[in-house]
């Protein structure tokens, strides 16, 4: 049996019409109704989490997952205000998630009335489109319900995908189950058109003859990440191509590179092909900026428009997968006619000091220090069977990215350390393979909460990083004399998560020097099989933490 409410009801027939089959509902009684209807429709799989800024980033790891749009449903009030990190995050990495808000009625918003503020806007720029259903009385209120329905859902799987807003004002009585079926509703549909030849015209004539093309490949999600894998091995034997970390590249940190190549004029592209999401490096984005003369090609399914590198010339409204493929086949055509191939020179210059760097990592022998754990980790992981990984922001992703040969997610959207956790546990709990979240203290603690779950299973495994701070801060020569430095820009402590793991039933293991790290406590964590999450804390020193890592890059 269903709400009585007519709203509820059409938005859950809709949302399973339009696909939808996951949502992370929160505690309320304003939303009860909807999560109800939930709840008890076989087509939806519902996720509990009490914590909803959490609950924003499970969804938000259940849609990297699936690729699919995923519902996360909260009450009235400050509610909806916390899921807006997560909604931030999900707009810029351009993933489907759906906030569902239920509400006061109308004529009691600012009238000092319990668990109301205006929400139906409160998401603001952050989601692509927001509705607020009314309460049907007649034909005509339940077409505009059906409209604004269809037309959210549909602006939610648009391109590549954006984070929506349904507001629902629902009136007193809540709970009233008693129709006993969903209705029959319209369905609107969205046929995307096809590239043009002509979207990938000005490439052939201008990127392919210019004298040192670049390719430079922002975050993009796993499924672009394996479908690129031919396009971009196609590519790289004739034009260089920038990555950070790819499924299909071999481990390269992109500042090492970058530190040979910054000051020599040779190694400046002239025309940069941009494609998928933001960049980690902050040094590789201040590097393509000085190529002041170079033309920037941008790539966007939406047409969005982004001067990363301050030398915009085109926007291409297409797939990257498309518009990759179709270089690579011109570039194979001029292959066979010995006609026009792009520069070899500088190409091969690149393809140098890539190896060279790759070398250097290879034989890379840290002290005992998060360099060198996560070294081991990545070398442990080499030889394992299929499995995720996420890394979370700040020297996280980037020790990660220095030496793994996959495909590391990162919410790298607006790159904050709040939600890390929780978006690799909400993947964990659709994917069946082992998901590893490599993960600093600061984040770990500040998203503890993503652990105060039941339904979490033992493929969800956290090496957790703690050196006692926020090491990220102690590179920075203008703070060192900064008597804030330590306990507030770095925000010192000497928490450890054994307690959180003992208090939430998560297996505990722990690393304290190089001996236990060389030993096999870290190889009987990842191949032993548990019923609930585990943790691995490896517990190191900041300065030398620093030290290490400033000796690579």
Known sequence: MYSNKENINILTALLIEHGVRHAVVCPGSRNAPIVHNLDVCPQIECFPVTDERSAGFYALGIAQYTNQPTVVCVTSGTALLNVLPAVAEAYYQHVPIIIISADRPLAWIDQQDGQTLPQADALGKFVKKAVSLPEPHDAAEHWLCNRLVNEVLITCKKGDGTPVHINVPISEPLFDFSTESLPTERVFRLDEGTEAMECYQSLEREFLNSQRPMIVIGQMDRFNAFYLEDCLNRLRDHITVIYESLSFAPALHID???????????????????????????????FLRR?????????????????????????????????????????????????????????????????????????????YSQVAVVKEFCKQLSGADSYHLHAANSMSVRLVDMFTETYVS?????????????????????????????IGDLSFFYDSNALWNQNLHGNFRILLLNNGCGGIFNKFSGLQNSPAKKPLVMASHRTSAKGLCQSYGIEYRAIHNLEELNGTAMQEWMTSDFDRPSLLEVFTDAETDTHEFAKYV
Do not use: M
């Open 256 to 286: 090492k590179v970058l530190g040979i190549v910054e000051q020599e004029e040779d190694y400046s592209p002239d025309a940069i092909l941009y494609v998928e999401g933001t960049l980690v490096s902050k040094k590789l984005k201040q």
């Open 291 to 367: 190529a002041t003369t170079a033309k920037t090609w941008t790539v966007s399914r939406s047409g969005d428009i982004y001067d990363t590198f301050q030398n915009l010339y085109r926007v291409i409204e297409g797939r990257t997968g498309y518009i990759l493929d179709n270089i690579a086949a011109a570039i194979e055509r001029k292959q066979k006619f010995e006609d026009g191939l792009p520069n070899h020179e500088f190409h091969t210059k690149w393809q140098k000091v890539f190896a060279k760097v790759a070398n250097e990592t290879k034989l890379l022998n840290p002290k």
């Open 410 to 438: 990162c919410n790298r959207g607006v790159n904050g350390i709040e939600g890390s956790l929780s978006t690799a546990a909400g993947f964990s709990l659709i994917a069946t393979l082992p998901t590893y979240c490599v």
